[in-house]
């Protein structure tokens, strides 16, 4: 079956650089995209960007004036999100999602990393 | 303007039908299909609606999304415990050229 694994919770001080991670596994990694998303506690999810898996184009938003950086590592079926400068404000629960191609849907989802930046 | 809006709460009774709207615009929901996402109480959101009305499999058809103009609505028939969560409406944005979600709606079952 479809999964995406991500990686441990994480508490970063002010100013810090995170790397989080997502293991996807039961399909093909490189038919898919993989988006990040993140939820500050009791806010809206949040669209960070995406990466093709097979070409690796990546869209990022305009949200985060180039603080995101989205990679993969083929041969290990992983995705990877850095996130620097980290502020208070980015405290909240990550997740990483596959994304059909030629379409916006969400079908499978990580289980989060919660990230807590706290000086 | 690129926001997607939804009303905070919404509740029935166990068996009745509830049905929750997201608005947006022509840059968001008047030119893109919408997803709609179920996420319970601290786990992840779960796929529930793709294409405005389709369901994927295994989503059971008590569930079911609509479209007018520039609004989506999201349906639930023969309300149950289980159903209580809180639902977002998803749709990309030409403006922004990004993902929008919806504020959320918290349904209840009383």
């Not at chain 1, 995705?79 to 980290?86: D, G, K």
Request: proline share 5%; charged share 15%; glycine share 10%.
């Amino acid at each position: 079956q479809v999964q995406l694994v991500q990686s441990g919770a994480e508490v970063k001080k002010p100013g810090a650089s995170m790397l989080l991670s997502c293991k996807a596994s039961g399909y093909a990694f490189t038919d898919y995209a993989i988006h990040w998303v993140r939820q500050a506690p009791g806010q809206r999810p949040e669209w960070m960007g995406w990466i093709n898996a097979g070409n690796g184009d990546i869209r990022y938003s305009q949200r985060f004036h180039g603080r995101v950086t989205i990679t993969k590592h083929t041969s290990a079926n992983t995705a990877y999100l850095e996130l620097s400068s980290l502020k208070s404000e980015d405290t909240a629960m990550y997740y990483c999602a596959r994304n059909p191609p030629g379409t916006v849907d969400f079908d499978h989802w990580g289980q989060g990393t919660l990230v807590t930046v706290s000086s | 303007q690129s926001v997607l809006t939804q009303p905070p709460s919404a509740s029935g009774t166990p068996g009745q039908r509830v049905t929750i709207s997201c608005s947006g615009s022509s840059s968001n929901i008047g030119t893109h299909g919408v997803c709609w996402y179920q996420q319970l109480p601290g786990r992840a959101p779960k796929f529930l609606i793709y294409n405005d009305n389709r369901r994927p499999s295994g989503v059971p058809d008590r569930f079911s999304g609509s479209r007018s103009g520039t609004s989506v609505s999201l349906a639930i028939s023969g309300l149950k415990s289980e159903d209580e969560a809180d639902y977002y409406c998803a749709a990309w944005d030409d403006i922004v050229n990004g993902l929008l979600f919806g504020g959320g709606t918290k349904v209840t079952v009383l």
